[in-house]
């Protein structure tokens, strides 16, 4: 029996999202079309969503997000507000409808987000094959990481970045057209956040608070990220060495400071689950942990 998801529902949070594709790790079966598609189809779920898209990178099998999920639900008025954008062909939903209260749970979780991401890619991905196709494409669920402090979500905001770099595919990610930091650098906007959501996201997160605008928090995330080598960037995303598999950003249930990954492994019933100092991994000298799963040995 698959676990339960672990989301902290009643605090705002930052989530790292990733998942691949199904097949044979060489795999490639993410050209141009279907990056930008996906960029496309993020943008349209962010009309619904209240989940805040802070960084993302598309790659040629998988794709990571960094997103902010709010505490608290919409009001009334703006989940029918949000409502009427996504579905303008049905009976305008209004606030004292019971129905209301259902969307608005709806419009903070990140299951439902990745629900309606996957599935509706996946629906155009084999609609649009040359010889049509059937069935599933992703590997399996989704996986996330709770990212419990702006240092964790800043790390992991320049690992996400990062991940066309690590990949040869360009030699800074300015270059790269499918991640945040390459729309930006492109367009001069970001794609997910306006001037009121940075406000909303200045009042709660000291890493926002150090820049006075998106365009001076991507300035600054481009220059902690320029002229690194690839060994550095392994470095700095809690990689021992580009071969290693130790892969916190991946395989951790959490990454932030080691009390608060206590915390969550006592009070959500993670038994099986123990926080592993991560910060000599990546040569940093702050408090950063990983609550990693304790493998089972067997004898014999």
Known sequence: MREARLKMDDRDVVYHLYNRVAGMPEERPFGPDEKAHFINLLAKLDDYYCITILSFAIMSNHFHLVVHAPASPPDRKEVCRRYAVRY????????????????????????????????????????????????????????????TNTEAAWHCMRYVEMNPVRARLVQHPEAYRYCSLGVWSRTGRHPFIDVDCFASLQRRYSLFFQAKSID???????????????????????HIHPGATNRYWTDGLAIGAENDLVDISANHNRKNFAPVSASSSMGHHGNMWCLKKLRSVYSG
């Open 216 to 238: 001076q928090l991507f300035g600054q995330l481009a220059q902690s990220l320029a002229g690194q080598a690839i060994q550095d960037v392994e470095q700095c995303t809690f």
């Open 88 to 147: 303008p062909n049905r009976k305008p939903l209004l606030p004292e409808d019971s129905e209301c209260t259902v969307h608005a749970e709806r419009m903070r979780d990140i299951s439902w987000l990745m629900h309606d991401l996957q599935q509706q890619f996946t629906t155009w991905f084999n609609r649009t094959r040359t010889a049509r196709r059937r069935g599933g494409l992703w590997a399996g669920r989704f996986k996330h990481t709770i990212l």
